[in-house]
């Protein structure tokens, strides 16, 4: 071979010049002359993904010649954002680059702004996946992430009238820049068909069609950029593209039927992430990216390893949640049909190597699918389920215990009839993790509770995390200045280090210098308010935000509740003391969920009436801010003052968004649920709002019943809120509109809104007080900017590095020198 040794390293802005007029030209084809803005925005992604490939080249290299192991993140949804920025930043090339872009006459902020944000997730479970890539990478893990090239990610959202409207979203219409499509990485996907057992008792799987799936890879870099890991995500492809037999025969578009079968299983993101909906095409989809990334990696092991035994040594596969369970058949198919091992030596291995992560206990997203269904696409694998079904059903029946058989089966064969997902990752995977120490311990008590006594230390907690990259040092410029300036940068590529910055609580010239920060990010907010959705908003208020999806457990109705009720309160005493507050809103709710929409035309009803009262002022005003996505929150959190944490306890496994916010120096006001329980604990009692019920609370009230009817007839409050939204004071045009959500609080309030209302008022209004001591807030703010480093996401990836894949981890030490 020959060694060539090109060189296209940046030293200062003039090689960024240089780069991106020659991207300009040889690249994207254009004069700069004539260039417009996506012309600029290409040239540049292409100049800075060049300097990536190095590192890339040299990280695969390194993993092949010591011969690591390798961590494979399997994962439908990877909720990635712009990554522009934080590439520029992580190589440490923002000052040349923006200094090279103002020279050529170009806006660097502009061309940010204009990157698309990829939308490859619905929320907490697809933004983690993508926290965990950056992480990887920061760590040096050799890892891929796997997924699907989604055409239309997370629909965009607008509101009309009030009302959420759904846009498609087409990201890859400007084209993806960062990617390298592989047309040489493809591989075989079957469908359907049958079984046929051969005489001397071996099965074959005769499938009805196969399709493709080709490979597209995205670079990732961590911090420093020293390590970078591939993103590779998987496309539909037809095995040809066209039937020439019926295009000859003048029929045309049957022709193509093939093709666009092909092209749909990676064409949309299922919006849905609350109901399982049983789909055929959503069943296809997992199996599709399943089997070509196991595909994909027993290739990767075996071209350098020869006993396929000794998988679980080299290669650790990480489920996020049930949707790649299908890998437990896939990879047991992939080791017997094609690899010859026997079915007893296959499970071993494929055991050892697949772990899952369960990121709702909620019975309706639990994945379950009918033996009709699953049958007639995979049948393969239902066969290889029964039989793991039959292995684990005799290891059940000889435990001690008396176990009611029925419920530990995977293959469901009471009322149901189907295939608990839930169960066969469970039963297919060495270790099993919940997403906080609350949720792993309610994994224990409710959902798999009788597979936890039959396999009892498979379950842990590995609390999630977030990366300090993103959601500090990138999208908060002002305070990440201010810390560096004060503490140094360590705590980037060590999150823990931030604690170095809690004696300055106590400094008052430190608080005053954190203040400005935070008021900086809120003017900045406040103009984007204003030109978003015509709002005028006072920096000085209290920003007050709860940004996530929409879901009636996260409890958005209990906020604007608590809104009306404060609407009354300033009406009836306009002079008193008040807080003045703005309420934020974000979020998106699945297109088919009527309830979560009706909540998003309620905020929005009542901003209209409080926004135009004049006798209310700047005392409250309440803003929903469209298309909630990555890049609006690194735009929201840096600006918040109150982080709203409010779900029925028991019900949000995690949160990551409490995180991100207690980082960029928010105050929670929450219940004791996920990981508020552990951000509790960090930041102190003191400096943390919980209020409610707790889920021990929820639970024994499931069992005992709860009677909302007379909790709402004790509190007059809560009555006049409920009687106002009812009779259609903040919808005169329609005054039945609301009528739904009143009898669902008065006759089965199921997330338990009417119990933690009085609790949550009494809280807020000690938040009140409490923000009116501007020296005190702010003291407590920084505490929490101070204690949370333990949720960083390399926290995390060491937890499950060590206690579920195996694989090493370099010390903070080593990752800031
Ligand atoms: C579920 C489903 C159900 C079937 C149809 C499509 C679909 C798509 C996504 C999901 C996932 C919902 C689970 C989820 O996002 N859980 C969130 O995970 C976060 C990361 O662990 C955690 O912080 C949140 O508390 C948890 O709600």
């Given at each position: 071979?020959?060694a060539?040794?090109?060189?296209?390293?940046?030293?200062?802005?003039?090689?960024?010049k240089?780069?991106?007029?020659?991207?300009?030209?040889y690249a994207?084809?254009?004069d700069?002359?004539h260039?417009?803005r996506?012309d600029?925005?290409?040239?540049?992604?292409?100049?800075?993904?060049?300097?990536?490939?190095?590192?890339w080249m040299?990280?695969?290299?390194?993993?092949?010649?010591?011969?690591?192991?390798?961590?494979?993140?399997?994962?439908?949804?990877?909720?990635?954002?712009r990554?522009?920025k934080?590439?520029?930043?992580n190589l440490g090339l923002?000052?040349?680059?923006?200094e090279?872009?103002?020279?050529?006459?170009?806006?660097?902020?502009e061309?940010?702004?204009?990157?698309p944000?990829?939308?490859?997730g619905n929320?907490?479970?697809?933004?983690?996946?993508a926290?965990?890539l950056?992480?990887?990478?920061?760590?040096?893990?050799?890892?891929?992430?796997?997924?699907i090239?989604?055409?239309?990610?997370?629909f965009?959202?607008?509101?009309?009238?009030g009302?959420?409207?759904e846009?498609?979203?087409?990201w890859?219409?400007?084209?993806h820049?960062?990617e390298?499509e592989?047309?040489?990485?493809?591989y075989?996907?079957?469908f359907?068909?049958?079984v046929?057992?051969?005489?001397?008792?071996?099965?074959?799987?005769?499938?009805?069609e196969?399709?493709?799936?080709?490979?597209?890879?995205?670079?990732i870099a961590?911090?420093?950029g020293?390590h970078?890991?591939?993103?590779?995500l998987?496309?539909?492809?037809?095995?040809?593209r066209?039937?020439?037999?019926?295009?000859?025969?003048?029929?045309?578009?049957?022709?193509?039927?093939?093709?666009?079968?092909a092209?749909?299983?990676?064409?949309?993101?299922y919006?849905?992430?609350?109901?399982?909906e049983?789909?055929?095409?959503r069943?296809?989809?997992?199996?599709?990216?399943?089997?070509?990334?196991?595909?994909d990696?027993?290739?990767?092991?075996?071209?350098?390893?020869?006993d396929?035994?000794?998988?679980?040594?080299?290669?650790?596969?990480?489920?996020?949640?049930?949707?790649?369970?299908?890998?437990?058949?896939?990879?047991?198919?992939?080791l017997?049909?094609?690899?010859?091992?026997?079915?007893?030596?296959?499970?071993?291995l494929?055991r050892?190597?697949?772990?899952?992560?369960?990121h709702t206990?909620m019975?309706?997203?639990?994945e379950?699918?009918?033996l009709q269904?699953?049958g007639s696409v995979?049948p393969?694998?239902l066969?290889?389920?029964r039989?793991?079904?039959?292995?684990?059903?005799?290891?059940?029946?000889?435990?001690?215990?008396?176990l009611?058989?029925?419920r530990?089966?995977?293959?469901?064969?009471?009322n149901?009839?189907?295939?608990?997902?839930?169960?066969?990752?469970?039963?297919?995977?060495?270790?099993?993790?919940?997403?906080?120490?609350?949720h792993?311990?309610?994994?224990?008590?409710?959902v798999?509770?009788?597979?936890?006594?039959?396999y009892p230390?498979?379950?842990?907690?590995v609390?999630?995390?977030v990366t300090?990259r993103?959601?500090?040092?990138?999208?908060?410029?002002?305070?990440?200045d201010l810390l560096?300036?004060?503490?140094g940068e360590?705590w980037?590529?060590?999150?823990?280090?931030?604690?170095a910055?809690?004696p300055?609580?106590?400094?008052?010239?430190?608080r005053?210098?954190?203040?400005?920060a935070?008021h900086?990010n809120?003017?900045?907010?406040?103009?984007e308010?204003?030109s978003?959705?015509?709002?005028?908003?006072?920096p000085d208020?209290?920003?007050?935000v709860?940004?996530?999806?929409?879901?009636?457990?996260?409890?958005?109705?209990l906020n604007?509740?608590?809104?009306?009720?404060?609407?009354f309160?300033?009406?009836?005493d306009?002079?008193?003391?008040?807080?003045p507050?703005?309420?934020?809103f974000?979020?998106?709710?699945?297109?088919?969920?009527?309830?979560?929409?009706?909540?998003?035309?309620?905020?929005n009803?009542?901003?209209r009436?409080?926004?135009?009262?004049p006798v209310?002022?700047?005392?409250?005003?309440?803003?929903?801010?469209?298309n909630?996505?990555v890049?609006?929150?690194?735009?929201?959190i840096?600006?918040?003052?109150?982080?709203?944490?409010i779900?029925?306890?028991?019900?949000?496994?995690s949160g990551?968004?409490n995180?991100?916010l207690?980082?960029?120096?928010?105050?929670?006001?929450?219940?004791?649920?996920?990981a508020?329980?552990?951000?509790?604990?960090?930041?102190?009692?003191?400096?943390?709002?919980i209020?409610?019920?707790?889920?021990?609370?929820?639970?024994n009230?499931?069992?005992s019943?709860?009677d909302?009817?007379?909790?709402?007839?004790?509190?007059?409050t809560?009555k006049t809120v409920?009687d106002?939204?009812g009779?259609?004071v903040?919808?005169?045009?329609?005054?039945?509109?609301?009528?739904?959500i009143?009898?669902?609080?008065?006759?089965?309030?199921y997330?338990?809104v009417?119990?933690?209302?009085?609790?949550?008022?009494d809280?807020?209004r000690?938040v009140?007080r409490?923000f009116m001591?501007?020296?005190?807030w702010?003291r407590r703010?920084?505490?929490?900017?101070a204690r949370?480093?333990?949720?960083?996401?390399?926290?995390?990836?060491?937890?499950?590095?060590r206690?579920?894949?195996?694989?090493e981890?370099p010390?903070?030490?080593?990752?800031?020198?």
């Amino acid at each position: 071979a020959t060694a060539v040794t090109l060189s296209r390293r940046i030293e200062d802005a003039e090689d960024v010049k240089r780069l991106i007029i020659e991207k300009l030209k040889y690249a994207v084809g254009k004069d700069p002359e004539h260039s417009v803005r996506q012309d600029w925005s290409a040239a540049l992604i292409l100049a800075v993904r060049d300097q990536l490939v190095d590192h890339w080249m040299a990280s695969t290299r390194r993993a092949y010649d010591q011969d690591q192991k390798r961590v494979y993140y399997l994962s439908m949804e990877f909720l990635i954002g712009r990554l522009l920025k934080d590439t520029i930043i992580n190589l440490g090339l923002e000052a040349p680059v923006r200094e090279a872009l103002t020279e050529l006459g170009a806006d660097y902020d502009e061309i940010l702004r204009s990157e698309p944000d990829a939308a490859l997730g619905n929320g907490g479970l697809g933004r983690l996946a993508a926290c965990f890539l950056d992480s990887m990478s920061t760590l040096g893990i050799p890892a891929h992430g796997y997924g699907i090239r989604y055409e239309n990610g997370l629909f965009r959202q607008s509101i009309r009238d009030g009302w959420q409207a759904e846009e498609p979203e087409d990201w890859l219409v400007t084209g993806h820049n960062w990617e390298f499509e592989r047309p040489e990485v493809v591989y075989n996907i079957p469908f359907g068909g049958e079984v046929i057992t051969t005489p001397d008792g071996k099965p074959i799987w005769h499938p009805a069609e196969v399709m493709l799936a080709a490979a597209y890879d995205t670079p990732i870099a961590g911090w420093r950029g020293r390590h970078v890991n591939t993103l590779r995500l998987w496309a539909g492809k037809p095995a040809k593209r066209v039937d020439l037999d019926r295009f000859n025969r003048g029929e045309y578009l049957s022709a193509m039927e093939a093709a666009v079968r092909a092209e749909t299983v990676s064409r949309i993101l299922y919006p849905d992430d609350t109901t399982e909906e049983g789909k055929n095409l959503r069943l296809r989809q997992e199996f599709f990216f399943t089997s070509a990334s196991l595909q994909d990696l027993l290739r990767r092991y075996l071209s350098s390893h020869d006993d396929i035994t000794k998988l679980p040594e080299k290669v650790a596969i990480q489920l996020n949640d049930t949707h790649p369970a299908i890998a437990v058949a896939e990879l047991m198919r992939l080791l017997v049909d094609t690899h010859g091992l026997s079915m007893e030596v296959a499970f071993q291995l494929t055991r050892n190597t697949l772990s899952y992560t369960n990121h709702t206990l909620m019975p309706e997203a639990l994945e379950r699918w009918s033996l009709q269904l699953f049958g007639s696409v995979l049948p393969r694998h239902l066969d290889i389920i029964r039989w793991i079904d039959e292995q684990h059903l005799r290891t059940a029946a000889a435990a001690k215990r008396t176990l009611d058989l029925e419920r530990v089966r995977i293959v469901d064969h009471t009322n149901g009839q189907g295939v608990r997902m839930g169960h066969l990752a469970f039963v297919g995977s060495h270790r099993v993790n919940g997403v906080s120490a609350l949720h792993a311990d309610l994994m224990k008590q409710t959902v798999f509770h009788d597979l936890d006594s039959l396999y009892p230390s498979r379950i842990l907690g590995v609390t999630n995390g977030v990366t300090p990259r993103r959601w500090l040092h990138s999208c908060n410029k002002p305070l990440s200045d201010l810390l560096i300036e004060t503490i140094g940068e360590d705590w980037i590529g060590d999150l823990e280090a931030i604690e170095a910055v809690a004696p300055y609580a106590e400094d008052a010239a430190f608080r005053e210098r954190f203040r400005a920060a935070k008021h900086e990010n809120k003017c900045r907010l406040v103009t984007e308010i204003q030109s978003r959705v015509g709002i005028h908003v006072s920096p000085d208020a209290m920003f007050d935000v709860q940004i996530k999806r929409m879901h009636e457990y996260k409890r958005q109705l209990l906020n604007i509740m608590e809104a009306v009720a404060q609407y009354f309160a300033i009406r009836n005493d306009p002079a008193a003391d008040w807080t003045p507050r703005v309420k934020i809103f974000g979020g998106k709710a699945a297109p088919g969920y009527e309830m979560a929409k009706l909540i998003i035309k309620l905020i929005n009803d009542v901003a209209r009436a409080v926004n135009s009262d004049p006798v209310v002022g700047d005392r409250l005003k309440i803003v929903f801010l469209p298309n909630y996505n990555v890049s609006t929150a690194e735009r929201i959190i840096p600006a918040a003052d109150l982080s709203e944490q409010i779900s029925t306890a028991g019900m949000e496994a995690s949160g990551t968004g409490n995180m991100k916010l207690a980082l960029n120096g928010a105050l929670t006001i929450g219940t004791l649920d996920g990981a508020n329980v552990e951000i509790c604990d960090r930041v102190g009692r003191d400096n943390i709002h919980i209020f409610g019920l707790t889920a021990e609370d929820v639970a024994n009230y499931r069992v005992s019943g709860y009677d909302s009817r007379a909790v709402i007839d004790g509190n007059e409050t809560l009555k006049t809120v409920l009687d106002a939204i009812g009779s259609g004071v903040f919808s005169p045009e329609d005054p039945n509109r609301f009528r739904a959500i009143v009898d669902r609080l008065s006759y089965d309030d199921y997330f338990f809104v009417t119990a933690d209302f009085a609790a949550y008022l009494d809280e807020q209004r000690k938040v009140d007080r409490a923000f009116m001591d501007k020296e005190d807030w702010t003291r407590r703010t920084i505490l929490n900017t101070a204690r949370v480093g333990w949720f960083s996401a390399d926290r995390a990836i060491r937890d499950y590095a060590r206690e579920i894949w195996n694989v090493e981890t370099p010390s903070a030490e080593e990752i800031n020198q």
